[in-house]
Protein backbone atom coordinates (compact mmCIF):
# COMPACT_ATOMS: atom_id res chain seq x y z
CA UNK A 1 0.00 0.00 0.00
CA UNK A 2 1.66 3.57 -0.81
CA UNK A 3 0.97 6.29 1.60
CA UNK A 4 -1.42 8.58 1.03
CA UNK A 5 0.36 12.13 1.57
CA UNK A 6 1.02 15.40 0.46
CA UNK A 7 4.48 14.47 -1.24
CA UNK A 8 2.51 11.69 -3.16
CA UNK A 9 -0.20 14.50 -4.13
CA UNK A 10 2.66 16.62 -5.57
CA UNK A 11 4.47 13.20 -7.39
CA UNK A 12 0.74 12.02 -8.94
CA UNK A 13 0.65 15.39 -9.98
CA UNK A 14 3.70 15.44 -12.17
CA UNK A 15 2.48 12.12 -14.09
CA UNK A 16 -1.02 12.64 -14.90
CA UNK A 17 -2.29 11.11 -11.70
CA UNK A 18 -1.29 7.74 -13.63
CA UNK A 19 0.61 6.20 -10.15
CA UNK A 20 -2.94 5.76 -7.75
CA UNK A 21 -3.05 2.45 -6.72
CA UNK A 22 -6.42 0.37 -6.03
CA UNK A 23 -7.50 1.11 -2.45
CA UNK A 24 -8.42 -2.39 -2.17
CA UNK A 25 -7.74 -5.85 -3.73
CA UNK A 26 -10.86 -8.56 -4.96
CA UNK A 27 -9.55 -11.12 -4.35
CA UNK A 28 -11.60 -14.88 -5.14
CA UNK A 29 -12.41 -16.73 -2.22
CA UNK A 30 -9.45 -19.21 -0.75
CA UNK A 31 -10.89 -22.40 0.47
CA UNK A 32 -10.33 -21.92 4.44
CA UNK A 33 -9.17 -18.89 6.78
CA UNK A 34 -9.08 -18.57 10.22
CA UNK A 35 -11.92 -15.46 10.74
CA UNK A 36 -14.47 -14.93 8.34
CA UNK A 37 -16.84 -11.93 9.23
CA UNK A 38 -19.95 -11.28 7.28
CA UNK A 39 -20.76 -8.14 6.55
CA UNK A 40 -18.48 -5.30 4.87
CA UNK A 41 -19.40 -2.12 6.41
CA UNK A 42 -18.68 0.43 8.86
CA UNK A 43 -18.30 -2.51 11.71
CA UNK A 44 -17.42 -5.43 10.13
CA UNK A 45 -14.53 -4.02 8.47
CA UNK A 46 -13.61 -1.67 11.63
CA UNK A 47 -13.46 -6.31 13.33
CA UNK A 48 -11.21 -7.00 10.42
CA UNK A 49 -9.29 -4.15 10.85
CA UNK A 50 -8.50 -4.37 14.93
CA UNK A 51 -8.42 -8.40 14.80
CA UNK A 52 -5.34 -7.58 12.99
CA UNK A 53 -3.54 -4.20 13.94
CA UNK A 54 -4.70 -5.35 17.99
CA UNK A 55 -4.27 -9.34 18.36
CA UNK A 56 -1.85 -9.91 14.66
CA UNK A 57 -4.71 -12.37 12.52
CA UNK A 58 -4.64 -11.55 9.24
CA UNK A 59 -5.70 -14.58 7.70
CA UNK A 60 -9.17 -12.93 7.30
CA UNK A 61 -12.09 -12.97 5.20
CA UNK A 62 -14.84 -9.98 4.71
CA UNK A 63 -18.11 -11.13 2.99
CA UNK A 64 -20.47 -8.87 1.18
CA UNK A 65 -23.42 -9.46 -0.63
CA UNK A 66 -23.71 -6.11 -1.89
CA UNK A 67 -20.92 -3.85 -2.26
CA UNK A 68 -18.56 -2.07 0.51
CA UNK A 69 -20.12 0.53 2.86
CA UNK A 70 -23.95 -0.19 0.60
CA UNK A 71 -26.04 -0.56 3.80
CA UNK A 72 -26.65 1.02 6.82
CA UNK A 73 -22.82 2.68 6.86
CA UNK A 74 -23.74 4.97 3.40
CA UNK A 75 -27.29 5.58 4.80
CA UNK A 76 -26.60 6.97 8.05
CA UNK A 77 -26.46 10.87 8.99
CA UNK A 78 -22.71 10.67 10.21
CA UNK A 79 -23.55 12.11 13.75
CA UNK A 80 -20.90 10.64 16.40
CA UNK A 81 -21.66 11.10 20.13
CA UNK A 82 -20.98 9.61 23.67
CA UNK A 83 -23.63 11.28 26.05
CA UNK A 84 -25.41 8.28 27.16
CA UNK A 85 -26.70 7.48 30.16
CA UNK A 86 -25.64 4.41 31.07
CA UNK A 87 -22.21 3.41 31.92
CA UNK A 88 -21.27 -0.17 29.74
CA UNK A 89 -22.63 2.46 26.76
CA UNK A 90 -20.72 5.71 27.62
CA UNK A 91 -17.74 3.73 28.00
CA UNK A 92 -18.42 1.74 24.32
CA UNK A 93 -19.05 5.19 23.00
CA UNK A 94 -16.74 6.91 24.49
CA UNK A 95 -13.98 4.54 23.45
CA UNK A 96 -15.33 4.93 19.91
CA UNK A 97 -15.51 8.74 19.94
CA UNK A 98 -12.03 8.96 20.97
CA UNK A 99 -10.98 6.27 18.48
CA UNK A 100 -12.67 8.72 15.93
CA UNK A 101 -9.93 11.19 16.87
CA UNK A 102 -7.40 9.83 15.70
CA UNK A 103 -8.87 7.52 12.93
CA UNK A 104 -7.56 9.58 10.17
CA UNK A 105 -3.90 9.21 10.83
CA UNK A 106 -4.27 5.73 11.95
CA UNK A 107 -5.71 4.62 8.58
CA UNK A 108 -3.75 7.48 6.56
CA UNK A 109 -7.06 7.94 5.09
CA UNK A 110 -9.16 11.04 5.74
CA UNK A 111 -12.69 10.41 7.13
CA UNK A 112 -13.01 14.09 7.32
CA UNK A 113 -13.66 13.89 11.51
CA UNK A 114 -15.38 16.87 12.59
CA UNK A 115 -15.55 17.46 16.05
CA UNK A 116 -18.07 20.62 15.45
CA UNK A 117 -20.44 19.69 18.64
CA UNK A 118 -23.73 18.29 19.15
CA UNK A 119 -26.81 19.71 20.73
CA UNK A 120 -29.56 17.42 21.91
CA UNK A 121 -32.63 19.81 22.27
CA UNK A 122 -34.93 19.72 26.06
CA UNK A 123 -38.56 20.61 25.07
CA UNK A 124 -40.33 19.33 27.71
CA UNK A 125 -40.13 19.12 31.73
CA UNK A 126 -39.17 15.64 31.58
CA UNK A 127 -36.57 16.39 29.12
CA UNK A 128 -34.84 19.34 30.93
CA UNK A 129 -34.78 16.46 34.09
CA UNK A 130 -33.30 13.75 31.87
CA UNK A 131 -30.82 15.49 29.71
CA UNK A 132 -29.47 16.89 33.78
CA UNK A 133 -29.11 13.89 34.84
CA UNK A 134 -27.32 12.51 31.73
CA UNK A 135 -24.78 15.35 32.19
CA UNK A 136 -24.34 14.26 35.92
CA UNK A 137 -23.43 10.76 34.67
CA UNK A 138 -21.41 11.49 32.17
CA UNK A 139 -19.36 13.95 34.49
CA UNK A 140 -18.71 10.25 36.67
CA UNK A 141 -18.05 8.45 33.45
CA UNK A 142 -15.50 10.90 32.06
CA UNK A 143 -17.36 11.89 29.08
CA UNK A 144 -17.36 15.69 28.71
CA UNK A 145 -20.97 16.94 27.94
CA UNK A 146 -23.10 19.94 29.54
CA UNK A 147 -26.78 20.89 29.72
CA UNK A 148 -26.58 24.48 28.86
CA UNK A 149 -29.27 27.41 28.89
CA UNK A 150 -31.59 28.29 25.79
CA UNK A 151 -29.56 31.84 25.36
CA UNK A 152 -26.46 29.48 24.85
CA UNK A 153 -28.24 27.33 22.27
CA UNK A 154 -29.09 30.37 20.41
CA UNK A 155 -25.46 31.39 20.63
CA UNK A 156 -24.43 27.96 19.08
CA UNK A 157 -27.40 28.23 16.79
CA UNK A 158 -28.60 31.54 15.67
CA UNK A 159 -31.11 30.07 12.82
CA UNK A 160 -33.21 27.96 15.55
CA UNK A 161 -36.65 29.59 17.32
CA UNK A 162 -36.40 28.47 20.91
CA UNK A 163 -39.78 29.41 21.58
CA UNK A 164 -42.24 27.60 19.20
CA UNK A 165 -45.94 27.08 20.40
CA UNK A 166 -45.85 23.60 21.32
CA UNK A 167 -42.21 22.77 21.93
CA UNK A 168 -40.17 25.51 23.36
CA UNK A 169 -36.51 25.12 23.85
CA UNK A 170 -35.95 24.51 27.57
CA UNK A 171 -32.24 23.97 27.37
CA UNK A 172 -30.13 21.18 25.59
CA UNK A 173 -27.38 19.07 26.51
CA UNK A 174 -24.17 19.87 24.71
CA UNK A 175 -21.25 17.93 23.74
CA UNK A 176 -18.65 20.16 22.04
CA UNK A 177 -16.07 17.13 21.03
CA UNK A 178 -19.08 15.37 19.29
CA UNK A 179 -19.77 15.77 16.08
CA UNK A 180 -19.87 14.08 12.08
CA UNK A 181 -17.48 12.20 9.88
CA UNK A 182 -17.45 11.05 6.14
CA UNK A 183 -19.34 7.71 6.65
CA UNK A 184 -18.10 6.11 3.37
CA UNK A 185 -15.02 7.34 4.02
CA UNK A 186 -14.67 5.09 7.58
CA UNK A 187 -15.50 2.44 5.67
CA UNK A 188 -13.19 3.02 2.88
CA UNK A 189 -10.20 3.74 4.85
CA UNK A 190 -10.91 0.65 6.99
CA UNK A 191 -10.92 -1.56 4.10
CA UNK A 192 -7.56 -0.34 2.41
CA UNK A 193 -6.26 -1.02 6.12
CA UNK A 194 -7.50 -4.05 5.87
CA UNK A 195 -6.06 -5.28 3.00
CA UNK A 196 -3.20 -3.78 2.79
CA UNK A 197 -2.98 -6.33 5.96
CA UNK A 198 -3.19 -9.43 3.41
CA UNK A 199 -7.33 -9.75 4.38
CA UNK A 200 -9.45 -10.54 1.49
CA UNK A 201 -12.53 -8.47 1.11
CA UNK A 202 -14.61 -10.19 -0.97
CA UNK A 203 -17.87 -8.29 -2.27
CA UNK A 204 -20.79 -9.48 -4.00
CA UNK A 205 -20.53 -12.52 -2.21
CA UNK A 206 -23.70 -13.84 -0.53
CA UNK A 207 -23.43 -16.13 2.74
CA UNK A 208 -26.58 -18.67 1.81
CA UNK A 209 -25.92 -21.34 4.95
CA UNK A 210 -23.86 -21.93 7.94
CA UNK A 211 -22.27 -24.81 8.13
CA UNK A 212 -21.95 -26.75 11.57
CA UNK A 213 -20.54 -30.10 13.37
CA UNK A 214 -21.12 -31.01 17.06
CA UNK A 215 -22.49 -27.83 18.07
CA UNK A 216 -18.97 -25.63 16.28
CA UNK A 217 -19.06 -23.73 13.06
CA UNK A 218 -17.11 -25.23 10.68
CA UNK A 219 -17.84 -22.62 7.44
CA UNK A 220 -20.29 -20.96 5.26
CA UNK A 221 -21.96 -21.71 1.94
CA UNK A 222 -22.07 -18.61 -0.18
CA UNK A 223 -23.22 -17.91 -3.90
CA UNK A 224 -19.32 -18.05 -4.49
CA UNK A 225 -18.72 -21.39 -2.97
CA UNK A 226 -18.06 -23.51 0.43
CA UNK A 227 -15.41 -21.20 2.72
CA UNK A 228 -14.25 -23.29 5.82
CA UNK A 229 -13.02 -20.95 9.05
CA UNK A 230 -12.54 -21.34 12.52
CA UNK A 231 -14.49 -18.41 13.65
CA UNK A 232 -17.20 -16.81 12.42
CA UNK A 233 -18.65 -12.81 12.94
CA UNK A 234 -21.76 -11.99 11.77
CA UNK A 235 -22.21 -8.14 11.59
CA UNK A 236 -24.76 -7.29 9.35
CA UNK A 237 -27.21 -5.28 10.80
CA UNK A 238 -30.31 -5.56 9.55
CA UNK A 239 -30.22 -9.01 8.32
CA UNK A 240 -28.58 -10.39 11.59
CA UNK A 241 -32.51 -12.54 12.32
CA UNK A 242 -32.15 -13.56 8.91
CA UNK A 243 -28.33 -15.12 9.54
CA UNK A 244 -28.75 -15.99 12.97
CA UNK A 245 -31.86 -18.40 11.60
CA UNK A 246 -28.81 -19.80 9.65
CA UNK A 247 -27.08 -20.45 12.10
CA UNK A 248 -30.15 -21.81 14.10
CA UNK A 249 -30.79 -19.64 16.86
CA UNK A 250 -33.05 -16.79 17.34
CA UNK A 251 -32.41 -13.10 18.74
CA UNK A 252 -34.08 -10.92 20.38
CA UNK A 253 -34.21 -8.08 17.67
CA UNK A 254 -36.35 -6.88 15.25
CA UNK A 255 -35.93 -5.35 11.67
CA UNK A 256 -37.36 -1.77 11.16
CA UNK A 257 -37.00 0.39 8.45
CA UNK A 258 -35.64 4.21 9.66
CA UNK A 259 -35.40 6.57 6.75
CA UNK A 260 -32.96 9.98 6.42
CA UNK A 261 -33.43 12.89 3.91
CA UNK A 262 -30.81 15.60 2.30
CA UNK A 263 -32.04 18.78 1.16
CA UNK A 264 -30.07 21.33 -1.69
CA UNK A 265 -27.13 22.60 -1.07
CA UNK A 266 -27.23 25.89 0.51
CA UNK A 267 -25.08 28.50 2.47
CA UNK A 268 -23.30 27.74 5.56
CA UNK A 269 -26.16 28.34 8.12
CA UNK A 270 -25.28 25.96 10.97
CA UNK A 271 -22.16 24.70 12.01
CA UNK A 272 -23.05 21.91 14.56
CA UNK A 273 -25.55 19.28 15.11
CA UNK A 274 -29.05 19.48 16.31
CA UNK A 275 -30.93 16.56 17.69
CA UNK A 276 -34.33 17.21 18.79
CA UNK A 277 -35.96 14.03 20.25
CA UNK A 278 -39.26 14.79 21.19
CA UNK A 279 -40.53 15.72 17.75
CA UNK A 280 -38.61 12.85 16.06
CA UNK A 281 -35.81 15.08 14.36
CA UNK A 282 -32.05 15.81 14.01
CA UNK A 283 -30.29 18.21 11.61
CA UNK A 284 -26.99 18.97 10.81
CA UNK A 285 -25.39 20.35 7.78
CA UNK A 286 -22.57 18.59 5.22
CA UNK A 287 -19.45 20.10 3.69
CA UNK A 288 -21.70 20.28 0.40
CA UNK A 289 -23.93 22.42 1.89
CA UNK A 290 -26.91 19.74 1.92
CA UNK A 291 -28.99 20.16 5.52
CA UNK A 292 -28.79 16.31 6.19
CA UNK A 293 -32.02 15.24 8.45
CA UNK A 294 -32.54 12.34 10.28
CA UNK A 295 -36.11 10.82 11.01
CA UNK A 296 -38.33 8.42 12.77
CA UNK A 297 -38.42 4.18 12.33
CA UNK A 298 -41.57 3.01 11.19
CA UNK A 299 -43.81 0.84 13.50
CA UNK A 300 -43.11 -2.97 12.01
CA UNK A 301 -41.07 -4.91 10.51
CA UNK A 302 -39.44 -3.96 7.46
CA UNK A 303 -36.59 -5.18 4.94
CA UNK A 304 -37.38 -2.37 2.03
CA UNK A 305 -35.00 0.19 3.05
CA UNK A 306 -37.92 3.03 2.16
CA UNK A 307 -39.88 3.61 5.06
CA UNK A 308 -43.53 5.32 5.16
CA UNK A 309 -43.98 8.64 3.88
CA UNK A 310 -45.84 9.83 7.15
CA UNK A 311 -43.15 9.59 9.09
CA UNK A 312 -40.94 12.08 6.59
CA UNK A 313 -44.17 14.71 6.81
CA UNK A 314 -43.83 14.32 10.85
CA UNK A 315 -40.31 14.83 10.63
CA UNK A 316 -40.40 17.98 8.32
CA UNK A 317 -42.90 19.16 10.41
CA UNK A 318 -41.47 19.13 13.67
CA UNK A 319 -37.79 20.87 11.78
CA UNK A 320 -39.81 23.76 10.33
CA UNK A 321 -41.11 24.80 13.25
CA UNK A 322 -37.55 24.53 15.19
CA UNK A 323 -35.82 26.06 12.36
CA UNK A 324 -38.40 28.45 10.14
CA UNK A 325 -35.82 29.37 7.82
CA UNK A 326 -35.76 25.94 6.34
CA UNK A 327 -39.77 26.10 5.27
CA UNK A 328 -38.56 26.64 1.79
CA UNK A 329 -36.11 24.08 1.53
CA UNK A 330 -36.08 21.73 -1.30
CA UNK A 331 -35.64 18.21 -0.33
CA UNK A 332 -33.09 16.33 -3.11
CA UNK A 333 -33.17 12.97 -1.81
CA UNK A 334 -34.93 10.24 0.79
CA UNK A 335 -34.01 6.75 1.88
CA UNK A 336 -34.20 4.29 4.43
CA UNK A 337 -31.83 1.88 6.17
CA UNK A 338 -32.90 -1.47 8.12
CA UNK A 339 -31.97 -1.32 11.33
CA UNK A 340 -31.88 -4.06 14.09
CA UNK A 341 -33.46 -2.86 16.68
CA UNK A 342 -33.67 -5.01 20.53
CA UNK A 343 -36.16 -4.09 23.36
CA UNK A 344 -33.31 -2.18 25.46
CA UNK A 345 -31.88 -0.01 22.56
CA UNK A 346 -29.05 -1.56 23.28
CA UNK A 347 -26.70 -3.39 20.99
CA UNK A 348 -25.46 -7.07 20.88
CA UNK A 349 -21.55 -7.90 21.05
CA UNK A 350 -22.17 -12.06 21.90
CA UNK A 351 -20.55 -15.09 21.30
CA UNK A 352 -24.22 -17.13 20.37
CA UNK A 353 -25.17 -20.84 21.40
CA UNK A 354 -23.36 -22.13 18.30
CA UNK A 355 -19.25 -22.19 19.18
CA UNK A 356 -16.77 -20.33 17.40
CA UNK A 357 -20.13 -17.77 16.15
CA UNK A 358 -20.08 -14.12 17.35
CA UNK A 359 -22.40 -11.86 16.68
CA UNK A 360 -22.33 -7.89 16.48
CA UNK A 361 -25.39 -6.49 16.03
CA UNK A 362 -28.76 -4.47 17.56
CA UNK A 363 -26.80 -1.24 17.29
CA UNK A 364 -30.75 0.03 16.09
CA UNK A 365 -30.55 3.60 15.13
CA UNK A 366 -27.41 4.84 16.12
CA UNK A 367 -24.44 2.33 14.90
CA UNK A 368 -22.22 5.19 13.63
CA UNK A 369 -21.17 6.22 15.55
CA UNK A 370 -20.12 3.22 17.62
CA UNK A 371 -17.98 2.15 14.28
CA UNK A 372 -14.37 1.85 15.79
CA UNK A 373 -15.44 0.67 19.81
CA UNK A 374 -17.56 -1.49 18.10
CA UNK A 375 -14.77 -3.16 15.54
CA UNK A 376 -12.29 -3.09 18.38
CA UNK A 377 -13.88 -4.78 21.23
CA UNK A 378 -15.44 -7.27 19.02
CA UNK A 379 -12.64 -8.28 17.73
CA UNK A 380 -10.79 -8.85 21.07
CA UNK A 381 -14.05 -11.00 21.99
CA UNK A 382 -13.41 -12.64 18.58
CA UNK A 383 -9.74 -13.31 19.35
CA UNK A 384 -9.45 -13.88 23.18
CA UNK A 385 -13.25 -14.97 24.09
CA UNK A 386 -14.43 -11.98 26.28
CA UNK A 387 -13.36 -8.36 26.45
CA UNK A 388 -14.25 -5.75 29.00
CA UNK A 389 -15.78 -3.58 26.50
CA UNK A 390 -17.95 -5.83 25.29
CA UNK A 391 -19.12 -7.73 28.80
CA UNK A 392 -22.26 -5.79 29.04
CA UNK A 393 -23.90 -6.40 26.06
CA UNK A 394 -23.96 -10.47 25.97
CA UNK A 395 -26.54 -12.14 24.39
CA UNK A 396 -27.57 -13.65 28.18
CA UNK A 397 -28.58 -9.66 29.08
CA UNK A 398 -32.02 -10.69 28.02
CA UNK A 399 -32.49 -13.74 29.98
CA UNK A 400 -30.68 -12.59 33.32
CA UNK A 401 -32.70 -9.32 33.14
CA UNK A 402 -29.30 -7.21 33.31
CA UNK A 403 -30.69 -4.88 30.24
CA UNK A 404 -28.92 -1.29 29.39
CA UNK A 405 -32.27 0.44 29.08
CA UNK A 406 -31.17 3.41 26.40
CA UNK A 407 -34.52 3.48 24.96
CA UNK A 408 -35.18 6.32 27.72
CA UNK A 409 -32.00 8.12 27.58
CA UNK A 410 -31.70 8.17 24.48
CA UNK A 411 -35.32 8.76 22.93
CA UNK A 412 -35.45 7.25 19.89
CA UNK A 413 -33.25 9.30 17.86
CA UNK A 414 -29.55 8.30 17.69
CA UNK B 1 -47.60 2.97 3.05
CA UNK B 2 -49.49 -0.09 4.38
CA UNK B 3 -53.32 -0.28 3.49
CA UNK B 4 -55.31 -2.53 5.90
CA UNK B 5 -58.49 -3.65 6.40
CA UNK B 6 -59.72 -4.11 9.60
CA UNK B 7 -61.55 -7.47 10.08
CA UNK B 8 -63.68 -6.12 13.33
CA UNK B 9 -65.76 -3.37 11.15
CA UNK B 10 -64.43 -3.80 7.65
CA UNK B 11 -63.08 -0.41 7.22
CA UNK B 12 -60.16 -0.47 4.77
CA UNK B 13 -57.49 2.55 5.78
CA UNK B 14 -53.93 3.63 5.14
CA UNK B 15 -51.44 2.59 8.21
CA UNK B 16 -51.61 5.90 10.09
CA UNK B 17 -55.37 4.86 11.22
CA UNK B 18 -53.18 1.64 12.51
CA UNK B 19 -50.83 0.80 15.49
CA UNK B 20 -48.67 -2.30 14.93
CA UNK B 21 -48.35 -4.67 18.14
CA UNK B 22 -45.49 -6.66 16.88
CA UNK B 23 -45.48 -10.86 16.50
CA UNK B 24 -48.43 -12.74 16.51
CA UNK B 25 -49.75 -16.18 17.62
CA UNK B 26 -47.00 -16.31 20.50
CA UNK B 27 -47.50 -18.51 22.98
CA UNK B 28 -47.92 -16.88 26.61
CA UNK B 29 -45.38 -18.77 29.02
CA UNK B 30 -46.33 -17.01 32.58
CA UNK B 31 -44.93 -18.09 35.89
CA UNK B 32 -44.12 -21.82 36.54
CA UNK B 33 -42.71 -22.10 33.43
CA UNK B 34 -39.08 -22.85 32.54
CA UNK B 35 -36.30 -20.25 32.19
CA UNK B 36 -35.97 -20.79 28.42
CA UNK B 37 -39.70 -20.91 27.51
CA UNK B 38 -39.87 -17.74 29.85
CA UNK B 39 -36.93 -16.24 27.78
CA UNK B 40 -38.33 -17.40 24.41
CA UNK B 41 -41.72 -16.05 25.15
CA UNK B 42 -40.41 -12.73 26.30
CA UNK B 43 -37.42 -12.08 23.49
CA UNK B 44 -36.65 -14.55 21.11
CA UNK B 45 -38.62 -12.89 17.95
CA UNK B 46 -39.23 -14.60 14.41
CA UNK B 47 -37.78 -10.99 12.83
CA UNK B 48 -38.25 -13.17 9.09
CA UNK B 49 -37.00 -11.74 5.72
CA UNK B 50 -40.80 -12.34 4.14
CA UNK B 51 -44.00 -14.04 5.25
CA UNK B 52 -44.90 -12.36 8.60
CA UNK B 53 -47.99 -12.67 10.50
CA UNK B 54 -48.61 -9.32 13.11
CA UNK B 55 -50.84 -8.27 15.97
CA UNK B 56 -52.53 -4.63 14.55
CA UNK B 57 -54.35 -2.16 16.74
CA UNK B 58 -56.99 -0.26 14.62
CA UNK B 59 -56.24 2.38 17.11
CA UNK B 60 -58.07 5.54 15.07
CA UNK B 61 -61.11 3.51 14.32
CA UNK B 62 -62.73 0.80 16.36
CA UNK B 63 -60.02 0.79 18.71
CA UNK B 64 -59.88 -3.42 18.39
CA UNK B 65 -57.12 -5.77 17.49
CA UNK B 66 -56.96 -8.15 14.46
CA UNK B 67 -54.09 -9.87 13.06
CA UNK B 68 -52.32 -9.36 9.92
CA UNK B 69 -50.34 -11.57 7.14
CA UNK B 70 -47.63 -9.45 5.70
CA UNK B 71 -44.41 -9.67 3.43
CA UNK B 72 -41.61 -8.01 5.05
CA UNK B 73 -39.61 -7.57 1.63
CA UNK B 74 -42.33 -6.02 -0.97
CA UNK B 75 -45.14 -4.96 1.97
CA UNK B 76 -47.45 -6.90 0.10
CA UNK B 77 -50.54 -7.75 2.82
CA UNK B 78 -51.98 -10.77 2.03
CA UNK B 79 -55.07 -10.49 4.44
CA UNK B 80 -56.43 -9.94 8.11
CA UNK B 81 -58.09 -11.94 10.05
CA UNK B 82 -59.59 -12.08 13.39
CA UNK B 83 -57.02 -12.24 16.65
CA UNK B 84 -59.24 -14.92 18.29
CA UNK B 85 -57.72 -17.38 17.14
CA UNK B 86 -53.91 -19.41 17.78
CA UNK B 87 -52.86 -19.80 13.87
CA UNK B 88 -53.67 -18.04 10.56
CA UNK B 89 -56.84 -19.65 8.74
CA UNK B 90 -56.54 -21.91 6.15
CA UNK B 91 -58.01 -19.32 3.40
CA UNK B 92 -55.07 -16.91 3.94
CA UNK B 93 -52.44 -19.77 4.15
CA UNK B 94 -53.79 -20.77 1.02
CA UNK B 95 -53.23 -17.43 -0.39
CA UNK B 96 -49.59 -16.97 0.71
CA UNK B 97 -48.71 -20.43 -1.04
CA UNK B 98 -49.84 -19.21 -3.90
CA UNK B 99 -47.91 -16.47 -4.00
CA UNK B 100 -44.71 -17.27 -2.09
CA UNK B 101 -44.50 -21.20 -2.79
CA UNK B 102 -42.33 -23.11 -0.03
CA UNK B 103 -43.03 -20.72 3.04
CA UNK B 104 -42.42 -21.26 6.52
CA UNK B 105 -43.06 -19.11 9.83
CA UNK B 106 -42.10 -20.81 13.25
CA UNK B 107 -44.38 -23.83 13.53
CA UNK B 108 -46.30 -22.90 10.82
CA UNK B 109 -46.64 -23.52 6.85
Not at chain 1, 61 to 85: D, F, H, M, P, Q
Not at chain 1, 162 to 174: C, I, Q
Not at chain 1, 305 to 327: D, K, Y
Not at chain 2, 78 to 93: H, L, M, N, R, V
Amino acid sequence: MKRYSAFAVAREALRNHMGWERAWASPEPKKKYDVIIIGAGGHGLATAYYLGKNFGITNVAVLEKGWLGGGNTGRNTTIIRSNYLQDPSAAMYEKSRSLYETLSQDLNYNIMYSPRGVIMLAQTEHEVRGYKRTAHANALQGVTTEFISPQRVKEIVPIINLDGPRYPVLGGLWQARAGTARHDAVAWGFARACSAMGMDIIQKCEVTGISREGGRVTGVSTNRGDIACDKLGIVVAGHSGHLADMAGFRLPIESVSLQALVSEPIKPCMDCVVMANTVHGYMSQSDKGEMVIGGGTDGYNNYTQRGAFHHIEETVRALVETFPMISRLKMLRQWGGIVDVTGDRSPILSKTPVEGVFINCGWGTGGFKATPGSGWGFAELMAKGHSPLCNEFGLNRFKEGRFIDESVAAGVAH
Amino acid sequence: MLILTCPCCGVTAEETEFHGGGEAHVTRFGPGSSEDDFHGYLFEKVNPKGVHFERWRHNNGCGKWFHAARCTVTLEVFGTYSAQTTEPPQDIKDKISAKRPGWSWREFA
